[in-house]
């Protein structure tokens, strides 16, 4: 590895242990990750996509506590979370959940393990210099073909760390624009579906304590397929509702 790449590496290092202390310190607080009617909407909608293509498990980048993958397993899927907080996992686990520490940019999965992918807020949190990095472990642990449903908060293509953390270490966030985000995936697929909405305003908007503007983006890779949809294959679901979808 050059110096440069070095670097980077050792900034991304950082930033995931300054996270797995803040996530470690939250894990015991109940309702830790807050669900909007729009955001739960997505989650719906994904569980009928991957009923609709016959997929029947998935893998959370970002799992936290738990609180998407129980939604996940009461829907029929089978569910494996990975995070970087030990405590989270530690909480996940006593939900009954298939979770475990690890990192988004070595994950400890073979090749094509999972139908398909499911990641909040949590990619916001690596750096611009590793993100292809960690995009494309997840398109290697996918399956070919498989739909990334991947959350995000927008922002002016900056990276800071959140005012609104009291306490040190304070979390990174890197908080990029639309058209930078679908520049990103789309280097790793087809993004097949994106939309945007507010989540509130001034401190209900989001993180940042009311000092960022920002909406929500919500989008769909598809990862590339080895070959043609096989003849009565369900074809490929669109939203029908949301500002900005496509």
Known sequence: MDGTRRAFSDEADNHEANLAVYYDRQAGIQNTRAM????????????????????????????????????????????????????????????????SVASGRSLPFADATFPAVWTMSTLLHVPNAVIHDVVRELVRVAAPGAPIAVGLWSGNDEEVLNPEDEDEPRRFFSRRSDDVVRRIFGAHGTVEHFETWPEGTGSESGPGAGNWTQHYQFLVLRTPSLGPTPPGFPGRAKRGWGGGGD
């Not at 609709?52 to 506590?65: N, P």
């Not at 129980?70 to 686990?93: K, M, P």
């Open 36 to 99: 909007t009617p729009p955001r739960t909407e997505c989650r719906d909608w994904f569980i009928r996509l991957l009923k609709d293509e016959h997929r029947h498990s998935l893998f959370e980048l970002g799992c936290g506590t738990g609180v998407e993958g129980l939604e996940f397993v009461r829907a029929g899927l089978h569910y494996t979370g990975v995070d970087l907080s030990e405590e989270s996992i530690h909480v996940a686990r006593a939900k009954g959940l298939d979770a």
